[in-house]
């Protein structure tokens, strides 16, 4: 099994930029294709970003399409979301998410492994 982590979030203001990072123990990440997912409150949680676990394929949402880069360093266990451009709508827990599932996963149902998640604040 593994174990994701996620640390990195706090509040920034709109136009801003945050790096989240996601640990994985247990594991090496490099068997897991990873997620990234996040949830505001009275929504459903929702997928923003995922990568293949070799980092070759990635694939995001529309809402955050050329403003968020996921990636992933196997060296260290660790995937990242680089968020730039941040807008108020972004604001919500983000979640973490690992599988050994092949190729980019972007349906939560198919994660197994989920981090505690860490909350992001955007203020306009």
């Known amino acids: 099994q593994v174990q994701p982590v996620e640390s990195g979030g706090g509040l920034v203001q709109a136009g801003g930029s945050l790096r989240l990072s996601c640990a994985a123990s247990g594991r090496t990440v490099s068997s897991y294709a990873m997620g990234w997912f996040r949830q505001a409150p009275g929504k459903e949680r929702e997928f923003v970003a995922a990568i293949s676990r070799s980092g070759g394929s990635t694939s995001y949402a529309d809402s955050v399409k050329g403003r968020f880069t996921i990636s992933r360093d196997n060296t260290k266990n660790t995937a990242y979301l680089q968020m730039n451009s941040l807008k108020p709508e972004d604001t919500a827990v983000y979640y973490c998410?690992?599988?050994?599932?092949?190729?980019?996963?972007?349906?939560?149902?198919?994660?197994?492994?989920w981090g505690q998640g860490t909350q992001v604040t955007v203020s306009s």
């Open positions: 998410a690992a599988d050994r599932g092949l190729g980019v996963i972007t349906i939560k149902e198919n994660y197994d492994y």
